[in-house]
């Protein structure tokens, strides 16, 4: 089961990320800086603040300063582990 999670979650990378026909926007380049509130809070590098939703703190929660992400519209992807989150930009 947790294969067919890791699979899910790297075509949605893929889909979010390489797809030339998606309406949104996806940038590179970004990491994680912190992680608070038991991950319902993430500042990246460049110093923007998101608020992930209480469904998907369980994953952020675990990821660790300095993990590349990719942020697309309302979601940060976690590339080492294509973990995927919705979040919203709070700062």
Request: net charge negative; with cysteine; hydrophobic share 45%.
């Amino acid at each position: 089961m947790q294969s067919l999670a890791k699979l899910f979650a790297s075509l949605t990378f893929l889909a979010l990320v390489v797809l030339p026909n998606r309406a949104s926007a996806c940038d590179s380049g970004y990491w994680v800086q912190s992680v608070a509130d038991d991950g319902g809070i993430i500042v990246l590098n460049d110093g923007t603040i998101w608020e992930v939703s209480s469904i998907d703190k369980i994953d952020s929660a675990l990821w660790l300063p300095m993990t590349e992400v990719v942020v697309c519209d309302d979601k940060l992807i976690n590339v080492d582990d294509n973990e995927t989150v919705e979040a919203t930009r709070i700062k």
